[in-house]
């Protein structure tokens, strides 16, 4: 009988392992579905270029116990630290991210243009605020931004229409005012600080990301049951039984929730809740091609294109080769393997990440808490990126499981 069984062995799961160890804990093991653990914060090293097969990842945080619990694993000292530098193309032009702070960059047309289109955006002239992404991207940064960036770049990426998101993970949109945008294009100059918490970060000097994850991970290596998919999950007196083989008091599950869908037999008052659970497939190609400029990544909300974001490896990644950059695609927007871009090149070689993104659908929201709350009763938790079912980076998925077992254990 163990005391945890936790189900998923990315980020999240080996880092609740991990602190389940540190507070003494030692009776417990972590599934992993596949034949190695790490999920989407692996790298590859492929004819010298290091590739992220799980897209953009980096370690920045506002939380510094997230700091302190990687640098006590992996010295400062092997990072290199970087003032971000990403990029956005608008109409044809290109400028520094976000958006709404650097429109001063853009040709003086454009910026007048998008500049009456912000003035006339109802957060400014106080319009009562929309209910879902597509109408409150209108309303808060006007018909402009909205039209030629916001909404395609997030239809790209997420795959559904715009009218289908809901506006509760817009946090992870820097909040600028009105007034703020007109003070950046007549002083010609953007407040950094506006930024989310990627205003600048840290990379590996050696490897890619999953060497963040690998000193974290070498710790509980021998508690981790690799190719061990749960197919089977049920609840007995006061006890989990998974597989019909491992029995827990407690079951922590980090991975997708509608991966646990038959496993769980979920009772029909939940089935609503799981079919509002989406999840987006992303394909990560890596590229050789020459580049002569300091950019770490750039958006590209142009839909005749089919992925949404460039990412140069050298710029962040010194020792991988210079012509090194990769891009990620929704795979619904993926020519597919054997098929040309549009730019009538193929890339070097690709992964699909099935399960990449929770997709923040309308009702997702209510529909995780209900499940959340169902389970919990029954010692069942979920915590993390899927377990939560929140567009978490890795960092605050490190912090959401010291939360947990702050709560839970300590």
Wanted: charged fraction near 25%; include cysteine; glycine fraction near 6%.
């Amino acid at each position: 009988m163990y005391e945890f069984i936790i189900i998923g062995g990315g980020i999240t799961g080996v880092t609740l392992g991990r602190l389940l160890q540190m507070s003494g804990v030692n009776n417990f093991i972590i599934l992993e579905a596949e034949s190695e653990a790490g999920g989407l914060c692996r790298t590859k090293l492929i004819d010298g270029h290091y590739l992220d097969i799980g897209g953009g990842h980096f370690l920045c945080t506002k939380y510094p116990q997230v700091y302190d619990f990687i640098f006590s694993h992996i010295p400062k000292e092997e990072f290199n630290f970087f003032d971000r530098v990403s990029k956005i193309r608008v109409e044809g032009e290109i400028i520094d991210y976000p958006i709404e702070s650097n429109l001063w960059q853009l040709s003086t047309e454009k910026q007048i243009d998008y500049l009456i289109s912000a003035i006339q955006a109802g957060d400014f002239t106080g319009v009562k605020e929309p209910c879902n992404y597509e109408k409150w991207i209108k309303w808060k940064l006007g018909n402009k931004i909205a039209s030629f960036y916001m909404i395609p770049y997030n239809k790209k990426i997420w795959g559904v229409e715009p009218n289908e998101l809901d506006i509760d993970w817009l946090h992870k949109i820097p909040s600028v005012k009105t007034r703020e945008i007109l003070e950046s294009c007549l002083n010609k100059l953007s407040d950094r600080r506006k930024m989310p918490s990627h205003n600048g970060f840290y990379y590996p000097k050696m490897g890619g990301f999953q060497t963040i994850f690998d000193v974290i991970y070498k710790n509980v290596v021998d508690r981790v049951m690799l190719n061990e998919k749960v197919i089977d999950l049920e609840y007995r007196d006061n006890y989990w039984l998974v597989n019909c083989e491992y029995k827990a008091k407690k079951v922590i599950n980090t991975a997708p929730w509608n991966h646990l869908h038959k496993a769980l037999n979920v009772p029909a008052s939940l089935e609503d809740c799981f079919e509002r659970l989406k999840n987006n497939s992303i394909v990560v190609s890596l590229w050789e091609q020459e580049y002569n400029h300091d950019w770490h990544w750039c958006y590209d909300p142009d839909l005749s294109l089919e992925y949404h974001r460039e990412f140069f490896i050298h710029n962040f990644a010194p020792h991988s080769l210079s012509t090194g950059m990769y891009t990620e695609t929704n795979l619904t927007r993926w020519p597919g393997s054997e098929t040309s871009w549009s730019n009538g090149k193929k890339p070097i070689v690709e992964h699909i990440n099935a399960v990449a993104y929770p997709v923040p659908v309308v009702g997702h929201s209510k529909a995780i808490s209900t499940i959340l709350e169902h389970y919990e009763i029954q010692n069942l938790f979920g915590v993390g990126r899927w377990g939560q079912w929140q567009y978490f980076n890795s960092d605050v998925c490190i912090l959401e499981a010291m939360k947990f077992i702050k709560a839970k254990v300590l």
